[in-house]
């Protein structure tokens, strides 16, 4: 018997995260591991009038290309997947691994040569999506490998996994809807401000915002969701920023990053554990030392650290700080190959101030600010 909540998960991408319409091509991204889900998609989609187009990846590719290819292999793009993102009105993205740390043994140079080559397809899909030519989201399958990242069984990963997207309630969408409004007017409210400033242990960080968009998460990209993001003033940012969590990016691990900015750009990068990964990350392109992005976490419902990015950056009482790549509609205007979300708890001995107001404790903003 199929899970309700699996079922429910497909009904909340298809009908409220992508607003499947009919004659819409519609592309499914995703691994065997996630073939109960794909089924409720591709039924779903089916059932609005849509034309699915099925894309399955196998574990083990990637890291085959990246082992054994050559530089030329590890640069070419394939073109069909240029005409995926051309043609499609809509993308649904399931991750679902069976081994998050199968790139662990890759040399850091070659992967970012293969992020560099795939830029111009990364910078067109976000130009779709940001003119409305193509209804995107991202969202995750609950995996063996991913439970065993969070430290959890996965009876209670799949928990987890499902509270974390609204999905254990009545009416999931009703959820996200209020979630949006209170997001709404958090994003109005900070779109007016000048400067942030975050003060934690370990942590002093100054950005200007003047002039960015702030933009609010209800669903509708990510699932689950639940952030408000702005494109930091490129040469804006100053001071040092611990992060609390370990970071994942290209199947690997790096643990206690801590970063100073001058002028915008790191300037002095440690980490107790993958700082030759870290170093290799930054050098990968110009933009690669700056700040694409700055984010507050406001998912209530995520409230543990389960090494999933998807999840770990919209953890209620969290900020994060993404390295590299700008998204246009912030305000933005950083380019790299690189995005790499970072997480910092501010749940206890933290401020937040905007113009020099304090305006966020220990996790949560003051009330009655907007």
Same mark, same amino acid.
């Given at each position: 018997?199929?899970?309700s909540?699996?079922?429910?998960?497909?009904?909340?991408?298809?009908?409220?995260?992508?607003?499947?319409?009919?004659?819409?091509?519609?592309?499914?991204?995703?691994?065997?591991?996630?073939?109960?889900?794909?089924?409720?998609l591709?039924?779903?989609v089916?059932?609005?009038?849509?034309?699915?187009?099925?894309?399955?990846?196998?574990?083990?590719?990637?890291?085959?290309?990246?082992?054994?290819?050559?530089?030329?292999?590890?640069?070419?793009?394939?073109?069909?997947?240029?005409?995926?993102?051309?043609?499609?009105?809509?993308?649904?993205?399931?991750?679902?691994?069976?081994?998050?740390r199968e790139?662990?043994?890759?040399?850091?140079?070659?992967?970012?040569?293969?992020?560099?080559?795939?830029?111009?397809?990364?910078?067109?899909?976000?130009?779709?999506?940001?003119?409305?030519?193509?209804?995107?989201?991202?969202?995750?399958?609950?995996?063996t490998?991913?439970a065993?990242?969070?430290?959890?069984?996965?009876?209670?990963?799949?928990?987890?996994?499902?509270?974390?997207?609204?999905?254990?309630?009545?009416?999931?969408?009703?959820s996200?809807? &209020?979630?949006?409004?209170?997001?709404?007017?958090?994003?109005?409210?900070?779109?007016?401000?000048?400067?942030?400033?975050?003060?934690?242990?370990?942590?002093?960080?100054?950005?200007?915002?003047?002039?960015?968009?702030w933009?609010?998460?209800?669903?509708?990209?990510?699932?689950?969701?639940?952030?408000?993001?702005?494109?930091?003033?490129?040469?804006?940012?100053?001071?040092?920023?611990?992060?609390?969590?370990?970071?994942t990016?290209g199947?690997?691990?790096?643990?206690?990053?801590?970063?100073?900015?001058?002028?915008?750009?790191?300037?002095?990068?440690?980490?107790?554990?993958?700082?030759?990964?870290?170093? &290799?990350?930054?050098?990968?392109?110009?933009?690669?030392?700056?700040?694409?992005?700055?984010?507050?976490?406001?998912?209530?419902?995520?409230?543990?650290?389960?090494?999933?990015?998807?999840?770990d950056?919209?953890?209620?009482?969290?900020?994060?700080?993404?390295?590299?790549?700008?998204?246009?509609?912030?305000?933005?205007?950083?380019?790299?190959?690189?995005?790499?979300?970072?997480?910092?708890?501010?749940?206890?001995?933290?401020?937040?101030?905007?113009?020099?107001?304090?305006?966020?404790?220990?996790?949560?903003f003051?009330?009655?600010?907007?």
């Amino acid at each position: 018997m199929a899970d309700s909540r699996l079922e429910g998960l497909a009904e909340v991408l298809v009908n409220y995260s992508t607003g499947v319409e009919p004659g819409d091509i519609v592309l499914l991204e995703t691994t065997p591991l996630a073939a109960p889900l794909l089924r409720e998609l591709h039924r779903r989609v089916v059932g609005a009038g849509g034309h699915p187009h099925v894309r399955i990846g196998l574990d083990g590719a990637a890291e085959a290309l990246l082992s054994q290819g050559s530089d030329e292999q590890i640069q070419w793009v394939n073109p069909m997947r240029t005409e995926d993102f051309e043609r499609a009105d809509v993308r649904i993205a399931i991750e679902a691994s069976s081994n998050t740390r199968e790139l662990t043994g890759i040399d850091p140079a070659r992967q970012a040569r293969y992020s560099v080559a795939r830029e111009s397809l990364r910078e067109r899909y976000l130009e779709r999506s940001r003119n409305g030519e193509l209804r995107s989201v991202v969202s995750a399958y609950p995996t063996t490998a991913s439970a065993q990242d969070a430290e959890m069984s996965l009876d209670d990963y799949e928990d987890f996994v499902y509270r974390a997207g609204f999905l254990d309630r009545d009416d999931p969408v009703a959820s996200w809807q &209020e979630l949006g409004e209170r997001l709404d007017r958090l994003s109005a409210w900070l779109s007016e401000r000048v400067e942030i400033r975050v003060v934690t242990e370990g942590t002093d960080l100054t950005l200007g915002v003047a002039g960015r968009t702030w933009i609010p998460c209800d669903g509708m990209e990510n699932f689950p969701d639940g952030e408000v993001f702005t494109g930091p003033e490129e040469s804006s940012v100053e001071g040092w920023i611990s992060f609390t969590y370990p970071a994942t990016f290209g199947g690997r691990i790096v643990r206690g990053i801590v970063l100073r900015f001058e002028g915008g750009e790191v300037v002095e990068a440690h980490a107790d554990d993958g700082e030759p990964f870290l170093r &290799e990350m930054l050098a990968m392109d110009d933009g690669a030392r700056r700040a694409g992005e700055f984010a507050f976490g406001m998912n209530e419902a995520i409230r543990e650290f389960t090494g999933h990015t998807l999840y770990d950056e919209k953890i209620g009482g969290t900020v994060h700080l993404a390295l590299g790549m700008s998204y246009p509609e912030s305000g933005g205007l950083n380019r790299s190959a690189l995005h790499w979300d970072l997480v910092c708890d501010l749940r206890s001995g933290s401020e937040v101030y905007a113009d020099g107001e304090l305006v966020y404790r220990n996790g949560e903003f003051l009330p009655d600010l907007f």
